[in-house]
């Protein structure tokens, strides 16, 4: 099990930028798949990107292809977003979330571990 703890979301313009972090705490942080969702209110938490635990595989949603890229540091047991060219339809609140390997990357059922989210808003 691992505690997961996301910051860096924020107010940004369409076609800005913001890094999302995620700490990560236990013992198990790199033998995990790690994952990114997002979720709005009345909608259903949406996958967003994942990576393996070595950091070796990435995979990504169609709608942040090109603009997102996930990455990990298993040093320091974090994981990171990189968001840019920001759009007004990724204002969600954003979920780091823990999985065992060989799981499916874009279901959330399939993620064992949560953090608490971060906002991020996206102004036209």
């Known amino acids: 099990q691992v505690q997961l703890v996301e910051s860096g979301g924020g107010l940004a313009q369409a076609g800005g930028s913001l890094r999302l972090s995620c700490a990560a705490s236990?013992?198990?942080?790199?033998?995990?798949?790690m994952g990114w969702f997002r979720q709005v209110p009345g909608k259903v938490r949406q996958f967003v990107a994942g990576?393996?635990?070595?950091?070796?595989?990435?995979y990504y949603a169609a709608s942040v292809k090109g603009r997102f890229t996930i990455s990990r540091d298993n040093a320091n047991n974090s994981v990171y977003l990189q968001m840019n060219s920001l759009k007004p339809e990724d204002t969600a609140v954003y979920y780091c979330?823990?999985?065992?390997?060989?799981?499916?990357?874009?279901?959330?059922?399939?993620?064992?571990?949560w953090g608490q989210g971060t906002q991020v808003t996206v102004s036209s």
């Open positions: 979330a823990a999985s065992p390997v060989g799981s499916t990357w874009q279901l959330s059922s399939e993620y064992d571990d």
């Open positions: 990576i393996s635990r070595t950091g070796g595989t990435t």
């Open positions: 236990g013992r198990t942080f790199s033998s995990r798949n």
